[in-house]
């Protein structure tokens, strides 16, 4: 019974911990809802730990314990990838930026060019 509590009192000082980090402005909406399934998840795991088993039974899975894992890593392999996406769509962003900014500039009048340039020394 003690690591059910542990778990679920895990999974909830977490979920505390995202909703924070939301409020300060430290984690943006879209993260914060992956970190918050995350905490749903292991919640609850914590409170009703025969899921896990009744999964594994409807899977097929031999050894209920590696399906939390198999799970976890596959969630993982999921949330790198959406970070990678995300990740190009803003490098390609900032080049995007990057080369209006060079236009912007090259089209601009040189402000130096209208100054008048100083006298020679004597």
């Known amino acids: 019974m003690t690591y059910q509590i542990t778990s679920a009192l895990l999974g909830l000082g977490i979920a505390f911990g995202i909703l ?25 795991l914590g409170l009703f730990p025969q899921m896990t ?3 594994a039974i409807r899977t097929g899975v031999g050894y209920p314990p590696i399906l939390v894992l198999v799970l976890g890593f596959g969630l993982l392999l999921i949330k790198i990838l959406t ?11 900032i080049r995007r930026l990057a080369q ?23």
């Open 20 to 44: 924070f980090l939301v409020r300060r402005d430290h984690l943006h909406g879209p993260y914060a809802v992956w970190w918050l399934g995350a905490a749903a998840v292991a919640v609850l």
């Open 53 to 55: 088993d009744w999964l």
């Open 83 to 93: 970070m990678d996406l995300e990740r190009s769509r803003q490098e390609r962003q």
């Open 100 to 122: 209006r900014l060079a236009l912007l500039e090259a089209q601009a009048p040189d402000p130096d060019a209208s100054a008048v340039p100083p006298d020679p020394p004597a």
